[in-house]
């Protein structure tokens, strides 16, 4: 695939995003972050501006579908179609089901599962017409399997692959592909009290994400890549 064009990609201020997010602006990518306004995603926004054009940003509230459906129409009105869809952002709970609480239950339900549906739901029409576009999830090693304390993020994590192989069925012979990177304990901020031991860096995840969303085949398409680290 060329590595001209548009690329949209959420929850970028840290982390395995934001070292996606500069690859694929050194492959020449223009890039629009979409996220909470902060220090560290003006950070990340100046980095990718060193090896693209000017980085757009558009504030987005993941727990708000209605921000996230706005964000996206305003990013294909003010940048034009995206060739790749990065979905990261997300949030976690830990707590003991009898001690979660349904605002977190929702919240996390809301950002990790739900924004991805509409973020992709406010693109794809623009995309298909197109018919050329890379759409990868950022799952987690918790879309296969259990974690105590983890309840709503795993459901959430469950869901998203689901979402992805539906949509991939629909994607067939469109030109379009989807896919899912499953990493299991990376060195982030949101492995800190898992209890878990940091098994990969982010930029072991970052250059799998950019293969998927660059260079895989078609082929590939509905594909869930799990990540276990060394």
Known sequence: MTSAGLAV???????????SALL?????????????????????????????QPVSFFETDFADLESVERA??????????????IHNAGVITRAPVEDLSVAAW????????SAPFALTRALLPAMREQRQGRIVFVASISSTLGTARHSAYCAAKWGIIGFMKSLAEELHDSGLMTAAVLPGSVDTRMLEGSGFPARMSPDDVARTIAHYALDAPLAHNGASIEMFGT
Do not use: H, Y
Request: include cysteine; glycine fraction near 10%.
């Open 9 to 19: 990609v959420t929850g970028a201020s840290r982390g395995i995003v934001r070292a």
């Open 106 to 113: 929702n919240e996390q339900i809301a950002v990790n599962l």
């Open 72 to 85: 996206g129409l305003l990013t294909l009105r003010e940048c034009g179609v995206p060739s790749v869809l």
């Open 24 to 52: 694929l602006a050194e492959r020449g990518l223009r890039i629009c972050l979409l996220g909470r306004d902060s220090a560290a995603q003006r950070e990340t926004r100046a980095l990718c501006a060193r090896a693209t």
